[in-house]
Nanobody
Framework: QVQLVESGGGLVQPGGSLRLSCATS????????MGWYRQAPGRQRELVAS???????DYADSVKGRFTISRDNANDTLYLQMNSLKPEDTAVYYC????????????WGQGTQVTVSS
């Protein structure tokens, strides 16, 4: 069973920065995309940023220019650099890995809390 473990969340003041990491418990074959999602209280989970196996990235409009997604292909580690954080970025952030082997497989981490508050 593959496990994804996020780290790097915490409490930060508005305008501050955090870097999230997501490590996989073992190598995952046939990865199509890796991404970060977030869910704030009372809201649906939303895609924050994603990166394909080829390195193409996509961002939610609300984080463009502030967040950067990257991955270490050697060990399937995913990162999210978050700068200029705003209170509305407060949420639980989840790592996702999507692989396709005959069918689609979605792996999720347990989530890490990010709180932006003064």
């Amino acid at each position: 069973q593959v496990q994804l473990v996020e780290s790097g969340g915490g409490l930060v003041q508005p305008g501050g920065s955090l870097r999230l990491s997501c490590a996989t418990s073992r190598r995952i074959l046939n990865i199509r995309t890796m991404g970060w999602y977030r869910q704030a209280p009372g809201r649906q989970r939303e895609l924050v940023a994603s990166i394909t196996s080829g390195g193409s990235t996509d961002y939610a409009d609300s984080v463009k220019g502030r967040f950067t997604i990257s991955r270490d292909n050697a060990n399937d580690t995913l990162y999210l650099q978050m700068n200029s954080l705003k209170p509305e970025d407060t949420a639980v952030y989840y790592c996702n890995v999507r692989a396709v082997v005959l069918r689609q497989y979605d792996y999720w981490g347990q989530g890490t809390q990010v709180t932006v508050s003064s």
